[in-house]
């Protein structure tokens, strides 16, 4: 869970530093428009990554949520 109490969203690292390692972000960090609190951290080596499919869903109807408000406000900049 990251700071905004949300379930933290699991990324892959694409640097050179660190390819293909896992970290944890506030879902909230992939939309601009967005209040953040930048929660941020490695995910550890041993330790096991939940993926559970209900935890997956949950974490996926949150981001759909946080879209649909974010939809009004791209059509509205599009009319401008």
Request: aromatic share 6%; net charge negative; proline share 5%.
């Amino acid at each position: 869970m990251c700071n905004c109490g949300m379930p933290s969203r699991i990324c892959t690292s694409k640097t050179k530093e660190h390819p293909n390692r896992k970290f944890r972000v506030c879902p909230n960090s992939l939309y601009r428009n967005q209040k953040k609190c930048n929660f941020w951290e490695w995910v550890e080596d041993g330790e096991k990554m939940k993926m559970n499919l209900e935890d997956d869903l949950v974490a996926m109807k949150e981001e759909l949520e946080i879209l649909k408000k974010d939809i009004p406000l791209h059509m509205e900049m599009e009319e401008n």
